[in-house]
């Protein structure tokens, strides 16, 4: 096991660049091999669940390689232009890698089989199977609808017309990825509006893509089979990871740092609304629009935060930040209520149950709810002191780690090691802003 330990902070202060929005580089990858010619993407992110969709799309037949510069150089095959890969497609950890490929090749006449981890295999996969088989493709896999599992896609894919029940990009994506070699129009309704990434993706491709906001979700069509032009992409830095060094600033007495470069997407911000209602002092310096993204320079220092109840409508937009959010919460004074977000029960792990064994452990006063929990902060330093499980949850190891750096105690963390599917730099990163993260048994620096 890689445990890692984290421990009390002085202050934080610096500047630092976080690596590239997952979601983005994810797609920036998938659609440039889609396009005709060379995508070339500056600043994507080289996290482990990027790589295995960069591998992925390399079986597919895209040409793929990284220049000494340390740009992404994608050879795309066309819209229709993919063949059958020649082995099983491993997307580790990655939900959204199996989704979005799940979904990419059901509309081309060949299997392809997909495996992961064993967080990856626990994970529900009927939501994108039920509408992908609308469009004509077929999945043979495990009886309660996991990995592995092999898609039969079909050469002749019907356009579909599709309500998401459930709040989710992945799902959207999936149907908007086959209905790329699909004729005719496919409509999507999504009921919550969910990040909006392969939208302004497909837009920036030449996808001929239309959103019509309607009755508080959106409404969403694609025209399928259209030539892609390759183009040139940099991908902004990404607010999820952003959101771990930005609350140890703002837990850690005496810190004034700047994080350059992030995404502000507005489907993705909710997080940063949460935490300055809660008294949280984030400034935005330099806002700007990079390849259809806004981005700007955050800089963040030490609050005195206030409890507040997060509006259930507001989970999309912060899904993957309520365990960080658990963490701000211990330091703010009274009861923080996170509900509305039942989704969080399947991500990477049951992130509701983990979180509240973990903050537990540490001594925090936490309640837990079918879909969210509330955090009772009292003013004091939690104790901390635990070792806990991640559950191959890269977004629980570096929440906990958060929470070492103004526990009394070391807080430590079974595996750090998966924290490299989205944030490989984040030790180094935390560290030299202040930090004192160590791998068992290290020296302290
Ligand atoms: C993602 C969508 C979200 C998020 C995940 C990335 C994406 O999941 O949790 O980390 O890139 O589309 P949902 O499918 O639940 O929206």
Redesign the pocket.
């Given at each position: 096991m890689n445990q890692l330990i984290s421990s009390v902070a002085q202050k934080m202060s610096g500047t630092v660049t976080v690596p590239g929005d997952?979601?983005i580089s994810?797609r920036a990858l998938i659609m440039g091999s889609m396009a005709v010619g060379e995508t070339v993407i500056r600043g994507l992110l080289e996290g482990e669940d990027v790589l295995n969709t960069a591998a992925a799309m390399r079986a597919l037949g895209a040409d793929i390689y990284r220049d000494d510069e340390g740009c992404w150089h994608v050879h795309g095959v066309g819209v229709g232009g993919l063949h059958e890969p020649a082995g099983a497609l491993d997307m580790g950890n990655s939900?959204?890698g199996a989704?979005l490929l799940m979904g990419l090749v059901s509309t081309y006449p060949f299997s392809s089989t997909f495996i992961g981890d064993a967080s990856l295999s626990s994970r529900p996969m009927k939501r994108v199977t039920v509408p992908l088989e609308q469009f004509g493709a077929e999945f043979h896999g495990s009886e309660n609808g996991t990995l592995p599992m092999t898609v039969r896609g079909t050469g002749s894919p019907l356009p579909i017309s599709y309500d998401v029940p459930v709040?989710?990009?992945?799902?959207k994506?999936a149907i908007m990825l086959a209905a790329l070699n699909t004729p005719g129009i496919t409509t999507i309704l999504e009921k919550k509006p969910?990040?909006d990434?392969t939208e302004r993706m497909f837009s920036f491709f030449g996808v001929e893509t239309t959103t019509t906001p309607q009755n508080g979700g959106r409404l969403i069509t694609v025209t399928g089979q259209p030539e892609l032009t390759a183009r040139n992409l940099v991908v902004p830095g990404d607010p999820?990871s952003a959101a771990f060094p930005l609350v140890a600033a703002l837990i850690t007495p005496g810190s004034d740092i700047t994080i350059n470069n992030v995404g502000l997407n507005p489907d993705r911000t909710g997080l940063f609304t949460t935490l300055i209602e809660m008294g949280a002092r984030i400034d935005l310096l330099n806002e700007r629009e990079e390849c259809g993204e806004p981005v700007a320079d955050l800089r963040v220092r030490h609050s005195t935060l206030k409890a507040i109840t997060v509006p259930e409508g507001r989970a999309?937009s912060m899904?993957?930040e309520y365990p960080v959010l658990c963490i701000a919460a211990a330091f703010a004074e009274g009861t923080t209520v996170m509900r509305g977000a039942e989704?969080l029960r399947v991500?990477e792990s049951d992130r509701i149950s983990i979180m509240v064994k973990g903050l537990r452990a540490c001594g925090i006063e936490v309640e837990e709810f079918d879909d969210g929990m509330a955090v009772t902060g009292n003013g004091d330093k939690p104790k901390g002191g635990a070792l806990v499980e991640t559950h191959l949850d890269h977004r629980i190891a570096m929440s906990f780690l958060t929470l070492g750096m103004q526990s009394e105690k070391p807080v430590t963390v079974d595996d750090g090691s998966v924290i490299e599917t989205s944030f490989p730099i984040f030790r180094s990163l935390m560290n030299g802003l202040g930090a004192s993260i160590q791998a068992d048994g290290e020296e302290k620096q």
């Open positions: 997952k979601s994810h939900g959204t989704r709040a989710s990009a992945q799902v994506s969910t990040r990434h999820s999309p899904i993957d989704e991500k």
